[in-house]
Protein backbone atom coordinates (compact mmCIF):
# COMPACT_ATOMS: atom_id res chain seq x y z
CA UNK A 1 0.00 0.00 0.00
CA UNK A 2 2.57 2.50 0.91
CA UNK A 3 4.69 1.41 -2.40
CA UNK A 4 1.43 2.30 -3.95
CA UNK A 5 0.98 6.07 -2.53
CA UNK A 6 4.51 7.10 -3.52
CA UNK A 7 4.04 5.79 -7.37
CA UNK A 8 1.31 7.93 -7.57
CA UNK A 9 2.97 10.89 -5.91
CA UNK A 10 5.69 10.71 -8.40
CA UNK A 11 3.24 10.44 -10.90
CA UNK A 12 1.81 13.60 -10.08
CA UNK A 13 4.82 15.57 -9.43
CA UNK A 14 7.03 14.29 -12.19
CA UNK A 15 3.64 15.04 -15.60
CA UNK A 16 0.93 17.01 -14.00
CA UNK A 17 2.33 19.71 -12.13
CA UNK A 18 4.65 20.92 -14.68
CA UNK A 19 1.11 21.06 -17.10
CA UNK A 20 -0.35 22.81 -14.72
CA UNK A 21 2.27 25.70 -14.04
CA UNK A 22 2.53 25.80 -17.87
CA UNK A 23 -1.50 26.16 -17.92
CA UNK A 24 -1.97 28.77 -14.60
CA UNK A 25 -3.34 25.91 -12.22
CA UNK A 26 -0.70 25.72 -9.84
CA UNK A 27 -3.73 26.35 -6.96
CA UNK A 28 -6.28 23.97 -8.05
CA UNK A 29 -3.51 21.31 -8.52
CA UNK A 30 -1.88 21.92 -5.54
CA UNK A 31 -5.27 21.68 -3.58
CA UNK A 32 -5.66 18.37 -5.77
CA UNK A 33 -2.72 16.52 -4.35
CA UNK A 34 -2.60 17.92 -0.49
CA UNK A 35 -6.45 16.21 -0.60
CA UNK A 36 -5.20 12.69 -2.30
CA UNK A 37 -2.31 12.48 -0.41
CA UNK A 38 -4.64 13.32 3.04
CA UNK A 39 -7.18 10.97 1.92
CA UNK A 40 -4.41 8.52 1.09
CA UNK A 41 -2.89 8.86 4.71
CA UNK A 42 -6.42 8.63 6.63
CA UNK A 43 -7.24 5.45 4.75
CA UNK A 44 -3.65 4.33 5.94
CA UNK A 45 -4.56 5.63 9.47
CA UNK A 46 -8.20 4.10 9.84
CA UNK A 47 -6.32 0.63 7.89
CA UNK A 48 -3.65 0.49 11.02
CA UNK A 49 -5.71 3.11 13.92
CA UNK A 50 -9.50 2.76 13.01
CA UNK A 51 -10.43 4.18 16.50
CA UNK A 52 -8.47 7.48 16.22
CA UNK A 53 -10.52 10.66 15.00
CA UNK A 54 -9.69 13.59 12.28
CA UNK A 55 -9.07 16.77 13.87
CA UNK A 56 -10.54 19.22 11.34
CA UNK A 57 -9.10 22.61 12.74
CA UNK A 58 -5.69 21.42 12.41
CA UNK A 59 -6.01 20.09 8.74
CA UNK A 60 -7.58 23.34 8.01
CA UNK A 61 -4.60 25.49 9.18
CA UNK A 62 -1.78 23.17 7.48
CA UNK A 63 -3.88 23.71 4.33
CA UNK A 64 -4.04 28.00 4.54
CA UNK A 65 -0.50 27.60 5.69
CA UNK A 66 0.66 26.04 2.63
CA UNK A 67 -1.55 27.71 0.38
CA UNK A 68 -0.24 31.14 1.75
CA UNK A 69 3.31 29.84 0.95
CA UNK A 70 2.89 28.70 -2.26
CA UNK A 71 0.89 31.14 -3.67
CA UNK A 72 1.60 34.52 -2.10
CA UNK A 73 4.95 34.43 -4.24
CA UNK A 74 3.42 33.81 -7.67
CA UNK A 75 0.24 36.83 -6.70
CA UNK A 76 1.99 39.70 -5.24
CA UNK A 77 4.76 40.39 -7.43
CA UNK A 78 2.72 40.12 -10.76
CA UNK A 79 0.50 43.19 -9.44
CA UNK A 80 3.40 45.63 -9.76
CA UNK A 81 4.52 43.94 -12.44
CA UNK A 82 0.91 44.13 -14.63
CA UNK A 83 0.80 47.92 -13.25
CA UNK A 84 4.31 48.33 -14.95
CA UNK A 85 3.34 46.88 -18.19
CA UNK A 86 -0.11 49.12 -18.27
CA UNK A 87 1.96 51.57 -17.99
CA UNK A 88 4.45 50.76 -20.50
CA UNK A 89 1.57 50.09 -22.70
CA UNK A 90 -0.12 53.49 -22.17
CA UNK A 91 3.55 55.03 -23.08
CA UNK A 92 3.73 53.06 -26.64
CA UNK A 93 0.02 54.31 -27.24
CA UNK A 94 1.43 57.85 -26.49
CA UNK A 95 4.09 57.45 -28.96
CA UNK A 96 2.25 56.21 -31.67
CA UNK A 97 0.18 59.16 -30.83
CA UNK A 98 3.10 61.55 -31.73
CA UNK A 99 3.27 62.50 -28.12
CA UNK A 100 6.90 63.68 -26.98
CA UNK A 101 7.50 60.58 -25.33
CA UNK A 102 11.45 58.88 -23.99
CA UNK A 103 12.00 56.33 -26.05
CA UNK A 104 13.87 54.54 -23.03
CA UNK A 105 12.91 54.62 -19.32
CA UNK A 106 13.67 52.73 -16.11
CA UNK A 107 10.85 51.67 -13.49
CA UNK A 108 11.79 53.99 -11.27
CA UNK A 109 10.59 56.63 -13.83
CA UNK A 110 7.83 54.44 -14.28
CA UNK A 111 6.65 54.59 -10.97
CA UNK A 112 6.82 58.40 -10.82
CA UNK A 113 4.79 58.80 -13.98
CA UNK A 114 2.03 56.52 -12.30
CA UNK A 115 2.41 58.94 -8.84
CA UNK A 116 1.67 61.92 -11.27
CA UNK A 117 -1.59 63.50 -10.21
CA UNK A 118 -3.16 64.35 -13.08
CA UNK A 119 -2.87 64.00 -16.74
CA UNK A 120 -0.83 66.82 -17.44
CA UNK A 121 1.76 66.25 -15.09
CA UNK A 122 2.38 63.00 -16.35
CA UNK A 123 2.24 64.57 -19.75
CA UNK A 124 5.15 67.62 -18.44
CA UNK A 125 7.32 64.67 -16.47
CA UNK A 126 7.19 62.81 -19.80
CA UNK A 127 8.35 65.92 -22.12
CA UNK A 128 11.33 66.84 -19.25
CA UNK A 129 12.42 62.87 -19.66
CA UNK A 130 12.18 63.36 -23.96
CA UNK A 131 14.57 66.39 -23.60
CA UNK A 132 16.75 65.02 -21.26
CA UNK A 133 17.29 62.49 -23.64
CA UNK A 134 17.56 64.58 -26.45
CA UNK A 135 20.50 66.38 -24.96
CA UNK A 136 21.72 63.42 -23.43
CA UNK A 137 22.11 61.74 -27.66
CA UNK A 138 23.08 65.39 -28.61
CA UNK A 139 25.96 65.57 -26.07
CA UNK A 140 26.97 62.10 -27.24
CA UNK A 141 26.66 62.45 -30.67
CA UNK A 142 29.07 65.83 -29.97
CA UNK A 143 31.42 63.86 -28.30
CA UNK A 144 32.18 61.03 -30.82
CA UNK A 145 32.78 63.51 -33.83
CA UNK A 146 35.42 65.08 -31.44
CA UNK A 147 36.97 61.82 -31.19
CA UNK A 148 36.66 61.06 -34.83
CA UNK A 149 38.31 64.49 -35.81
CA UNK A 150 40.68 63.88 -32.94
CA UNK A 151 41.60 60.57 -34.23
CA UNK A 152 41.94 62.28 -37.62
CA UNK A 153 44.18 64.45 -36.67
CA UNK A 154 46.06 61.88 -34.92
CA UNK A 155 46.31 59.96 -38.10
CA UNK A 156 47.48 62.63 -40.41
CA UNK A 157 50.10 63.75 -37.88
CA UNK A 158 51.55 60.40 -37.77
CA UNK A 159 51.86 60.08 -41.70
CA UNK A 160 53.37 63.49 -41.87
CA UNK A 161 55.77 62.38 -39.33
CA UNK A 162 55.96 58.90 -41.83
CA UNK A 163 56.45 61.36 -44.81
CA UNK A 164 60.15 63.21 -44.03
CA UNK A 165 59.78 65.48 -46.82
CA UNK A 166 56.49 66.55 -45.57
CA UNK A 167 57.31 66.88 -42.26
CA UNK A 168 60.95 69.06 -43.14
CA UNK A 169 58.47 70.84 -45.37
CA UNK A 170 55.84 72.30 -43.03
CA UNK A 171 58.76 72.58 -40.02
CA UNK A 172 60.78 75.21 -42.83
CA UNK A 173 57.07 76.54 -43.48
CA UNK A 174 56.86 77.43 -39.77
CA UNK A 175 59.91 79.12 -39.74
CA UNK A 176 60.01 80.98 -42.59
CA UNK A 177 56.62 82.64 -41.53
CA UNK A 178 57.86 83.21 -38.02
CA UNK A 179 61.35 85.34 -39.93
CA UNK A 180 58.42 86.94 -41.67
CA UNK A 181 56.53 87.69 -38.75
CA UNK A 182 60.26 88.65 -36.89
CA UNK A 183 60.66 91.54 -39.74
CA UNK A 184 57.09 93.09 -39.72
CA UNK A 185 58.13 94.30 -35.84
CA UNK A 186 61.21 96.01 -37.48
CA UNK A 187 60.32 97.37 -40.93
CA UNK A 188 56.66 96.02 -41.08
CA UNK A 189 53.77 98.77 -41.10
CA UNK A 190 51.74 98.86 -37.78
CA UNK A 191 48.10 97.67 -37.43
CA UNK A 192 46.51 98.71 -34.11
CA UNK A 193 43.87 96.23 -32.49
CA UNK A 194 41.82 98.66 -30.15
CA UNK A 195 41.29 96.37 -26.60
CA UNK A 196 39.44 98.83 -24.76
CA UNK A 197 35.85 97.74 -25.29
CA UNK A 198 35.42 95.00 -22.36
CA UNK A 199 32.85 96.58 -20.58
CA UNK A 200 30.60 96.95 -24.14
CA UNK A 201 30.37 93.28 -24.53
CA UNK A 202 28.84 89.72 -22.73
CA UNK A 203 31.21 87.22 -21.95
CA UNK A 204 29.91 85.15 -24.92
CA UNK A 205 30.83 88.18 -27.12
CA UNK A 206 33.91 88.73 -26.08
CA UNK A 207 34.92 84.91 -26.30
CA UNK A 208 33.73 85.69 -30.01
CA UNK A 209 35.93 88.77 -30.41
CA UNK A 210 38.98 86.43 -28.94
CA UNK A 211 38.66 83.68 -31.54
CA UNK A 212 38.41 86.30 -34.36
CA UNK A 213 41.82 87.82 -33.31
CA UNK A 214 43.45 84.31 -33.27
CA UNK A 215 42.03 83.91 -36.62
CA UNK A 216 43.27 86.79 -37.88
CA UNK A 217 46.95 86.40 -35.77
CA UNK A 218 47.25 83.46 -38.59
CA UNK A 219 45.74 84.89 -41.32
CA UNK A 220 48.26 87.91 -41.11
CA UNK A 221 51.54 85.11 -39.63
CA UNK A 222 51.10 83.17 -43.23
CA UNK A 223 51.15 86.81 -45.69
CA UNK A 224 53.71 87.30 -47.89
CA UNK A 225 53.93 90.74 -46.12
CA UNK A 226 52.45 90.91 -42.81
CA UNK A 227 51.55 93.87 -40.85
CA UNK A 228 52.83 94.86 -37.07
CA UNK A 229 50.49 93.98 -35.02
CA UNK A 230 49.88 95.97 -31.74
CA UNK A 231 46.98 95.22 -29.04
CA UNK A 232 46.82 98.35 -27.19
CA UNK A 233 44.93 99.41 -24.07
CA UNK A 234 45.26 95.86 -23.11
CA UNK A 235 45.03 95.26 -19.38
CA UNK A 236 46.23 92.24 -17.40
CA UNK A 237 44.11 89.90 -15.77
CA UNK A 238 41.46 91.15 -18.04
CA UNK A 239 38.49 88.56 -19.88
CA UNK A 240 40.52 89.25 -23.16
CA UNK A 241 43.92 88.10 -21.36
CA UNK A 242 41.82 85.06 -20.09
CA UNK A 243 40.29 83.74 -23.07
CA UNK A 244 43.37 84.38 -24.96
CA UNK A 245 46.02 82.68 -22.38
CA UNK A 246 42.77 79.47 -23.17
CA UNK A 247 42.89 80.04 -26.81
CA UNK A 248 47.21 79.90 -27.42
CA UNK A 249 47.71 78.40 -23.56
CA UNK A 250 51.75 78.09 -23.79
CA UNK A 251 52.02 79.91 -27.33
CA UNK A 252 50.69 83.19 -25.58
CA UNK A 253 54.33 84.32 -24.55
CA UNK A 254 56.00 83.22 -27.65
CA UNK A 255 54.23 85.23 -30.48
CA UNK A 256 55.66 88.39 -32.35
CA UNK A 257 52.75 91.12 -31.79
CA UNK A 258 53.06 93.43 -29.44
CA UNK A 259 51.13 93.83 -26.72
CA UNK A 260 50.36 96.98 -24.26
CA UNK A 261 48.46 98.84 -21.58
CA UNK A 262 49.30 102.37 -23.54
CA UNK A 263 46.95 104.06 -25.55
CA UNK A 264 47.99 104.35 -29.35
CA UNK A 265 47.47 108.14 -29.12
CA UNK A 266 50.64 107.96 -26.72
CA UNK A 267 52.73 105.49 -28.96
CA UNK A 268 52.07 107.05 -32.54
CA UNK A 269 51.67 110.66 -33.81
CA UNK A 270 48.02 111.52 -33.96
CA UNK A 271 48.41 112.86 -37.40
CA UNK A 272 49.22 108.92 -39.09
CA UNK A 273 46.31 107.40 -36.94
CA UNK A 274 42.86 106.42 -38.89
CA UNK A 275 40.24 104.75 -36.93
CA UNK A 276 37.76 102.14 -39.70
CA UNK A 277 34.43 102.42 -38.53
CA UNK A 278 31.28 101.28 -40.86
CA UNK A 279 29.75 104.44 -39.00
CA UNK A 280 32.24 107.03 -40.29
CA UNK A 281 30.89 109.58 -43.01
CA UNK A 282 34.14 109.50 -44.97
CA UNK A 283 34.87 106.51 -47.01
CA UNK A 284 38.61 105.15 -47.64
CA UNK A 285 39.72 105.52 -51.43
CA UNK A 286 43.01 104.00 -51.49
CA UNK A 287 44.92 101.92 -49.27
CA UNK A 288 47.99 104.28 -47.85
CA UNK A 289 50.97 102.46 -46.62
CA UNK A 290 52.28 105.28 -44.76
CA UNK A 291 49.11 105.55 -42.04
CA UNK A 292 48.81 103.25 -38.95
CA UNK A 293 44.78 101.70 -39.24
CA UNK A 294 43.02 101.35 -36.11
CA UNK A 295 40.23 98.39 -36.05
CA UNK A 296 38.27 97.93 -33.01
CA UNK A 297 38.48 94.53 -31.21
CA UNK A 298 34.41 94.66 -30.88
CA UNK A 299 32.02 91.83 -31.62
CA UNK A 300 27.99 92.89 -30.78
CA UNK A 301 24.96 90.90 -31.75
CA UNK A 302 22.83 93.27 -30.90
CA UNK A 303 24.85 95.66 -33.63
CA UNK A 304 26.05 99.29 -31.13
CA UNK A 305 26.27 101.58 -33.69
CA UNK A 306 28.27 104.84 -33.55
CA UNK A 307 30.40 103.35 -30.34
CA UNK A 308 33.56 103.22 -32.04
CA UNK A 309 32.99 106.64 -33.85
CA UNK A 310 32.18 107.97 -30.55
CA UNK A 311 35.37 107.20 -29.19
CA UNK A 312 37.63 108.04 -32.34
CA UNK A 313 35.95 111.51 -32.33
CA UNK A 314 36.45 111.74 -28.31
CA UNK A 315 40.64 111.27 -29.37
CA UNK A 316 40.37 113.59 -32.45
CA UNK A 317 41.22 111.03 -35.24
CA UNK A 318 40.64 110.86 -38.54
CA UNK A 319 38.07 108.68 -39.20
CA UNK A 320 37.37 105.97 -42.66
CA UNK A 321 34.79 103.38 -44.07
CA UNK A 322 35.47 100.75 -46.50
CA UNK A 323 33.66 101.84 -49.79
CA UNK A 324 30.73 98.93 -50.00
CA UNK A 325 28.03 100.30 -51.32
CA UNK A 326 30.58 101.83 -54.77
CA UNK A 327 31.78 98.03 -55.67
CA UNK A 328 28.94 96.04 -54.04
CA UNK A 329 25.46 95.23 -54.72
CA UNK A 330 24.44 95.95 -51.13
CA UNK A 331 21.01 93.97 -50.12
CA UNK A 332 20.45 92.41 -46.71
CA UNK A 333 22.68 92.70 -43.25
CA UNK A 334 24.45 95.19 -41.43
CA UNK A 335 27.68 96.49 -42.87
CA UNK A 336 29.74 95.72 -39.67
CA UNK A 337 32.59 92.91 -40.40
CA UNK A 338 34.44 90.29 -38.23
CA UNK A 339 37.72 90.87 -37.58
CA UNK A 340 39.11 88.49 -39.77
CA UNK A 341 37.09 89.15 -42.81
CA UNK A 342 38.62 93.29 -42.03
CA UNK A 343 42.50 91.44 -42.02
CA UNK A 344 41.77 89.89 -45.23
CA UNK A 345 40.62 92.78 -47.10
CA UNK A 346 43.33 95.05 -45.43
CA UNK A 347 46.02 92.18 -46.31
CA UNK A 348 44.80 92.51 -50.54
CA UNK A 349 44.72 95.95 -50.32
CA UNK A 350 48.26 96.05 -48.92
CA UNK A 351 49.56 93.30 -51.64
CA UNK A 352 47.25 94.08 -54.37
CA UNK A 353 45.91 97.91 -53.78
CA UNK A 354 42.90 95.99 -55.63
CA UNK A 355 39.42 96.78 -54.45
CA UNK A 356 37.41 93.62 -56.66
CA UNK A 357 39.93 91.22 -54.90
CA UNK A 358 39.85 92.59 -51.08
CA UNK A 359 35.80 93.15 -50.90
CA UNK A 360 35.46 89.20 -52.26
CA UNK A 361 36.39 88.32 -48.41
CA UNK A 362 32.64 89.84 -48.06
CA UNK A 363 30.04 87.35 -46.96
CA UNK A 364 28.28 86.77 -50.07
CA UNK A 365 24.95 86.67 -48.60
CA UNK A 366 25.18 90.17 -47.93
CA UNK A 367 25.62 91.27 -51.19
CA UNK A 368 23.94 90.73 -55.19
CA UNK A 369 27.15 91.02 -57.17
CA UNK A 370 29.83 93.54 -57.91
CA UNK A 371 29.45 96.73 -59.75
CA UNK A 372 30.07 96.85 -63.14
CA UNK A 373 30.69 100.67 -63.43
CA UNK A 374 32.57 102.10 -59.95
CA UNK A 375 31.65 106.02 -61.05
CA UNK A 376 28.32 105.08 -60.89
CA UNK A 377 26.73 107.83 -58.20
CA UNK A 378 25.24 105.41 -55.07
CA UNK A 379 22.07 107.21 -55.03
CA UNK A 380 21.56 105.63 -58.69
CA UNK A 381 22.35 102.38 -57.22
CA UNK A 382 20.40 102.23 -54.47
CA UNK A 383 17.28 103.44 -56.74
CA UNK A 384 17.93 100.10 -59.15
CA UNK A 385 17.82 98.27 -55.97
CA UNK A 386 14.59 99.50 -54.81
CA UNK A 387 13.43 99.06 -58.24
CA UNK A 388 14.51 94.84 -58.12
CA UNK A 389 12.92 94.80 -54.49
CA UNK A 390 9.23 95.55 -55.76
CA UNK A 391 9.26 93.79 -58.40
CA UNK A 392 10.30 90.55 -56.91
CA UNK A 393 7.37 91.32 -54.67
CA UNK A 394 4.93 92.15 -56.84
CA UNK A 395 3.89 96.18 -55.57
CA UNK A 396 3.79 99.12 -57.28
CA UNK A 397 3.86 97.80 -60.81
CA UNK A 398 1.52 100.51 -62.47
CA UNK A 399 3.98 103.04 -60.82
CA UNK A 400 7.41 101.60 -62.45
CA UNK A 401 5.45 101.69 -65.64
CA UNK A 402 4.95 105.12 -65.64
CA UNK A 403 8.48 106.14 -64.54
CA UNK A 404 10.12 103.58 -67.01
CA UNK A 405 7.29 105.41 -69.90
CA UNK A 406 8.84 108.57 -68.59
CA UNK A 407 12.59 107.45 -68.84
CA UNK A 408 11.84 106.55 -72.34
CA UNK A 409 10.18 109.60 -73.42
CA UNK A 410 12.68 111.57 -72.03
CA UNK A 411 15.62 109.72 -73.93
CA UNK A 412 13.19 109.69 -77.20
CA UNK A 413 12.49 113.98 -77.20
CA UNK A 414 16.43 113.93 -76.16
CA UNK A 415 17.58 111.71 -79.61
Given at each position: ?9 KI ?8 A???RM ?9 T??LS????Q ?7 E?L ?11 G???E ?6 E ?8 S?REI ?27 SK ?15 Y?K????K ?14 TN ?9 L ?5 D???N ?6 M??G???VF ?7 M???EI ?17 VD??H?H ?11 R??I?Q ?6 K?LI????Q???E ?13 S???M ?15 D????TG?S ?11 A??P ?6 W?T ?10 M ?11 W???L ?7 Y??F ?7 VKE??KT??L ?10 E ?16 K
Amino acid sequence: MQSANTLLRKILRSSVLPFATQHRMRKDLFLFSRTLSLSLSLKQDKSCEPSEKLDLDAWKKVMKSGLQEEVSETVSEPKELSSLASAREILEMWRLAGRLVPENISEEQLKTFMECPSKSAKKKYLKYLHLKELYKKSRMDKKRERRLEAQDQASKTNETKKNSFIYLQSHMMDKTYNWRVAQSMIFGQPLVFDMSYEKEMSGQEITNTVRQLVMSEGCNRRSVDPFHIHFCNFKDDSLYHREFIKQYREAWGKLLITVTDQCYTEIFPKDKLIYLTADSPKVMKTFDHDKIYIVGSLVDKSIKTGVSLARAKRLQLETAALPLDKYLLWSTGAKNLTLDQMMHILLTLKDTADWKKALEFVPKRKYCGFVNKPDKPVKELKKTLDLMKTLKLGKGREDLQKQVAKNYSKKYKLK
